[in-house]
């Protein structure tokens, strides 16, 4: 009876897939530059981390605040492992390297994952935080191991190269972070279809009941962990060959919680929710660490005002748009869009301004009280400035306040008429 | 199947404590393959805690509870599951950001041998998606498959909290007050319901509601401060001069008149 509706819904799904391989496969063709190179492999290994982690925290509810261990360990394995094909010591081709890494973060997964989630919910996030700083201080505890303060280094062009590929040149790397990240993508997609994957959301939603129709969430949580780690795992391998060193930094609290504040910026509601995060991920650490020394003050406060207004993500906010479009009401709502993103916009230069000559006072001291902000002229110790910028930053608050109200409004009556249309369905079917 | 002297289930002078209370004193109970039993007594006199016991949420301080002639008390709720008993919530404990359909084949999966399968797609699983349609069209919600738990309407979540609890196909099964909060005719119909659904199987049930009680039982447990006073058919219950004694006041007044009603 619901053949006929599951077709199409194939089908969709085929072009889907479709366009992600070819994003994948078109995008190094694209942008050809070495930087763009270097921030479309991050991206694909941050995809990979991203959905791994979502495993947890979207699937499963849960928060893992050290998750960087997995995928930091598998790292270190991968490297030295890579320096073991290359001494001869170990016969491996290089492009299997990040499944060392897959191999012991599963590993590593199996060993601390039945500690961390013989607990859920807060006790759960406490333990990974625990786990976290545990892994961060041993790594800098065995330099032999973990290479101290310096990392360990190698050199991907390493054993024989298979029909010319050597990962030398970085588009060869780029295009196999692509595989991995289409098949890894694919694996944690298909998971989610599985009995496992479904009984994790069902751990998610009610673990009481999930006890009492014959699962243990414990055992449920615990395999979703050692996925978690394996795919964490396969991430930290391809950084180590993408970087060719791995520092002690990677097991640390910093990358976790990045992992963390990207999956949900890109929204843990959808499966697709993190793709979107890990591209956030290295964009911000990428070029807006470049564009300003307050980048973390600006993510911190995209992820509060996320935290507040759409804690779905961005994720969740395309899908909502998608629902509006499905009933034709998209266009109800495209002229305060418009105009929100336009005031937002104002306020961002008002507090912008503000915020670099606090930096600038701050750190570029010894280069006077002149600075240049969007091609405008400022004086960090001048009272114009100053004025200028509070300025615009209030008025165009409390015109996106009007907006914001009136968005709301308009809002609510388009979902109050969907509401309606959805009822007149029913009836009618 | 059972010899005759085993019961489906059977509680052995079973006692619980919380802290220094006593909340269960010695109850005894021995019901037989098929039979229905309603559990009533005056609030607070460990109605819900004796389902507690019996489907392993709470440990027992004393005692022996029996499933089918083995002991249980002291596994867990899934083991207990696992050995064929299901319970129902008082409180709808559903997978509220799952469908109806989800939720439903949720809870087939561990009896159909898929246990933490992550090598097989749930589409390709003929048999748990079969059962699932099946039990849809049993508690009459095959048309809201697709909803949300979250957003049905209070008596669908309560038919849902019921499907949940039959859909692993357990033989003996414990509704906890099923149609609380339920409106008269809603009631009617429910009780319609859960006799469809549970034909075959042991049921117990708490119930406040006298004319559920004499709609579904066989036979009536009595539980006043956490014994059982009485177990027997519903006239006899009623004729018992210890029931009468403790046990007289509102509830069975109510029980009379819907008698009466009848």
Known sequence: MSQHRLIPKNASRWLVWGLYAAALLVSPLVFTSSLSLTMLSQIGIGIIACLAFNMLLGQGGMLSFGHAVYSGLGSFFAIHALNWVSSGKLMLPVSLVPLVGGLFGLLFAVLLGYVTTKKAGTPFAMITLGVGELVAAMALMFPGFFGGEGGISGNRVAGRALLGISFGPQVQLCYLIAVYCFVCTALMFAFTRTPLGRMLNAVRDNPERVEFIGYSTQHVRYLAFMASGLFMGIAGGLSALNFEIVTAEVVGAARSGAYLLFTFLGGALFFFGPIIGAVLMVLALVLLSELTQAWLLYLGLVFLFMVMYAPGGISSLIMMNLRLAAFGKLRQLWTSYLALAGLAGVMLVGAGAMIEMVYHLQLNQALGPQMRFMGATLNAKGFDSWFGAAFVLFTGAAMFELTRREFVRQWGRVQGEIEQTIKQREAAA | ?262
């Open chain 2, 1 to 262: 199947m059972n010899a005759p002297e085993t019961f489906a289930l059977e509680l052995r002078d079973v006692r619980k404590s919380f802290g220094k209370t006593e909340i269960i004193r010695g109850s005894n109970l021995a019901v037989k393959a098929g039979e229905r039993i309603a559990i009533i007594g005056p609030n607070g006199a460990g109605k819900s805690t004796i389902f507690n016991l019996i489907s392993g949420r709470f440990g027992v301080t004393s005692g022996d509870i029996l499933l089918h002639g083995r002991p249980i008390s002291g596994l867990t709720p899934f083991e207990i599951n696992r050995r064929g008993l299901a319970r129902s919530f008082q409180v709808s404990n559903l997978f509220t950001r799952l469908s109806v359909f989800e939720n439903i084949r949720c809870a087939v999966l561990w009896s159909l041998g898929y246990k933490y399968a992550f090598w097989k797609f749930l589409a390709d699983l003929r048999d748990a998606n079969e059962r699932t349609e099946q039990v849809l069209q049993m508690i009459k919600l095959d048309r809201r498959r697709d909803v949300l738990a979250m957003n049905l309407a209070y008596a669908e979540q309560r038919a849902l909290e019921i499907g949940i609890t039959i859909a692993g196909g357990a033989s003996v099964i414990l509704l906890d007050e099923p149609t609380a909060g339920m409106s008269k005719s809603e009631t009617g119909r429910f009780v319609n319901l859960i006799r469809e659904v549970t034909v075959g199987k042991t049921l117990l049930t708490v119930e406040h509601d006298m004319g559920v009680v004499f709609g579904l039982a066989d036979k009536i447990a009595v539980l006043v401060y956490g014994e059982v006073i009485a177990f027997d058919e519903p006239a006899a219950v009623r004729a018992n001069r210890r029931v009468q004694e403790a046990y007289l006041g509102s509830v069975l007044a109510d029980a009379q008149a819907a008698e009466a009603g009848h």
